[in-house]
């Protein structure tokens, strides 16, 4: 589970190489009795486990494979991962030797010797791609990840963008897109006389495709999905992965403004505009930039007007649930920019910390921070921490020309403006050994002193490398030396800027700050800026479940068996949510992409606690913001406890008790689990009873009439003490599963508005439910109903304006004063709409399908058929 010597490695660290970075034989028909392999021990396809073991037996297609742990199992080839590399060394040699090739034939040897040495011992970690490409294979791609040109607003154009997509994620490089190109939700498409599902729609698309691609045998795709502040469908976007289903595989990040931020800060209203698609140069010049869009003259269509602080709390409360969507405040990440005068950023790659350009690619690997602690003085080895960055940038500079490009737009961008980006690992490792914590005042001044410094190096590399080879052609000194980062660059280190002056510049960035999760993980030291997660953990991936013990820690506890570890052995838990970002902050300075870093916080973290901590984000001129809150997701990566440790906490003590049981006693824990539950059913008994409005015999009310994308709904709402108390909702055929669905929802706003007490929580109610969208909707303007709950809330609305005009608030105490809407039918029923299919096969209500989910299964020649995939439950 960590480095030992530079030609072995242990457990984990091991698996992740073998599995991730060493060169592979694809042909596992090459198998060979003797040889090291990764075998599958588990075939799940949620928490698959692989092992390393030797093959001691082969017999056709039948393997016997002897693990590490001596164990010996019967598998086949096909579930094998053969390898041709089995140490680093090898590894090594074979990076050294491929990024050396693109140098001048006399310089080739020399070039090779200094990459080697900087490789030596993960002293300088290459970015996944890289590793498990250069020299390996004139097919992969060895950039991380890619952002490609919104997708043009059309159905030609987003097939082209899922083309696009596919062919990179194929190739082992993750993706991100903006989704701003695309016209909102119901706006008009003329081509085809109808209205469009939106960008969230489409976003789900490129979700499931990113699903179903597996990435040369041992990853899946990785996507990012951005929508700019000023998108109609904003608001669905942010809440769109609380409805399950709809995208799943991709990380969402809203690209919020600095006006949008003022806005917030001032509680001013915030407009959602679209351009005006009916404009003659939509089709050829529209492609997502709102500005260039309004700078050429062209209208915008408003369609509708928000409060920015409403639209915010809905971002955090939703970051708060489930640490999404991310924040990026791209306008100030573009004033930061280099690249702010001829490319400006329009998104991020799938883990945030490199905002790119349309085609642009993130070029990535990490210096091992950790290999530069000088023991004998306790300080940072600068001079070789100075030599290891410079050597780097020309690494990374040399991949650009060494990777194949499978996109001419992809070679040209990249090659137009050389972006590199070098990044770390290891820094709480360093600060550990340092004696320094992590997130305190004295580290704050250490970060900016040690990513100061590297800077620095890195940056005057690039420009002797411009003296040597060339500045990237984009270059233009003064507009360069303009950006927000340069400007404080040459403020601190006016070396810089008389270099970039005389000399150019090779790189239109230089620093990155990714997460190096597996790198590091192989390697054995923290990842990125990351404290460490816990001192031992568990680790789910798709190798198995792991139990990671950190070696600085274990080291500390072994020279101290019977002290405790000292205060700065600081794990991400430890840390106040604030030190996170403060932490990000510091380093942010310094780095002229982004960062990838993600703020802990614990489970009891509040929404208005999470508000302030992104708001602090922006005011400390982080480009973005992204919170963990414990156990806000159902899965994660990192645990702190074993599978079958105890996972009841803070449950109960009777689920505690119940969880202990043995078979031997179980009678007798019957017998304390039924005690425990009397006495909680006599304690919680007289509360309910006090909270709970128990039904009369008899009540009345309104029964209201709309028409949904399920067919006619028929919703009664009844009153007791003049506020309504239960809803009856009647949709579908009895037996169909809308009808099943919609007396559910009656039953549980039925149970919401009958315990507690009156007051705001009809509204409450409306507030929920109001909006939420299906497949379809029915009608337009104000008489659009979206879905069967919106239905319940436009009729729950309607009764709650009748009981108010009656003034039934006024006199609560009184009944007799109210007069119930008794048999009274409100008729909104929606004028007729091409889009639902169910109408031209003359029947008045759908069902769910069970293939695709949409609502358009319908009886026609006595069969169920689905009008929108074909489905037929008699085929």
Known sequence: MKTMQSNRLEGLSEKIFLDRYAMKDADTNNTKVGDYVLVLTKDDPKFPAKEVGEVIERNGKNVKVKLRSGDVIDSDIHKLTLTVEKTPDELWDRLAKAMASVEAPEKQQEWQEKFRYILDDWKLVPGGRIAAGAGASDELTLFNCYVIPSPHDSRGGIMETLSEMTEIMSRGGGVGINLSSLRPRRAIVRGVNGTSSG???????????????????????????????????????????????????????????????????????????????????????????????????????????????????????????????????MEYYNDMSNSWY?????????????????????????????????????????????????????????????????????????????????????????????????????????????????????????????AEKGSFKQFDAEKFLQSGFMKNMVSEFPEVGESVRENGMRNVTVITQAPTGSTGTMVGTSTGIEPYFAFEFYRQSRLGFDKQLVPIAQEWKDAHPDAELPDYFVTAMDLKAEDHIRVQAAIQRWVDSSISKTANCPSDFTVEETKALYELAFDLGCKGVTIYRDGSRDTQVLHTKGKDEDKTDNKGEAVKAEAAATKEDSAKMEKISTALKVDIDKKTENIFDKQYKRRPQVLSGATYKFNTPFGMAYITINDLDGHPSEIFLNVGKAGSDVFAMSEALGRVCSLFLRYGEHGQKERLLIKHLKGIGGSGGIGFGPNRVESIADAVAKSLELHMDHIEEQGAYATSNDSSSYTAPVAETAAIEAQPHQHDSHESYGVSSTDLCPSCGSASLVNTEGCKTCTSCGYSKCS
């Open 199 to 329: 960008a969230v729609s489409w976003g789900g698309l490129f979700s499931y495709t990113t699903g179903l691609i597996e990435q040369g045998g041992s990853r899946r795709g990785a996507l990012m999905l951005m929508i700019n502040d000023w998108h109609p469908d904003l608001m669905r976007f942010i809440t769109v992965k609380q409805t399950a289903g709809e995208i799943t595989n991709a990380n969402l990040s809203v690209c919020v403004s600095n006006d949008f931020m003022k806005a917030v800060k001032e509680d001013l209203d915030w407009d959602l505009v679209f351009p005006d698609t009916s404009d003659p140069d939509y089709n050829d010049q529209w492609n997502g930039d709102l500005k260039a869009w309004k700078e050429l003259g062209k209208d915008v269509i408003h369609y509708d007007t928000v409060r920015a602080r409403d639209v915010w709390h809905t971002i955090i409360e939703s970051a708060w649930k489930s640490a999404e969507p991310g924040v990026v405040f």
């Open 342 to 466: 001829f490319n400006p950023i329009i998104c991020t790659n799938p883990c945030g910390e490199q905002g790119l350009p349309a085609w642009g690619v993130c070029n990535l690997s990490a210096i091992n921070l950790s290999k530069f602690y000088d023991e004998e003085n306790h300080d940072v080895n600068w001079d070789e921490l100075a030599k290891t960055v410079r050597y780097s940038v020309r690494f990374l500079d040399n991949v650009i020309d060494k990777t194949p490009y499978h996109f001419e737009e992809n070679q040209k961008n990249q090659q137009a403006e050389r972006r590199v980006g070098l990044g770390s690992m290891g820094l709480a490792e360093l600060l550990i050994r340092l004696n320094i914590r992590y997130g305190s005042p004295e580290s704050l001044e250490f970060l900016d002193k040690l990513y100061g410094f590297m800077a620095r190096e890195a940056y005057l590399s690039s420009s002797e490398i411009a």
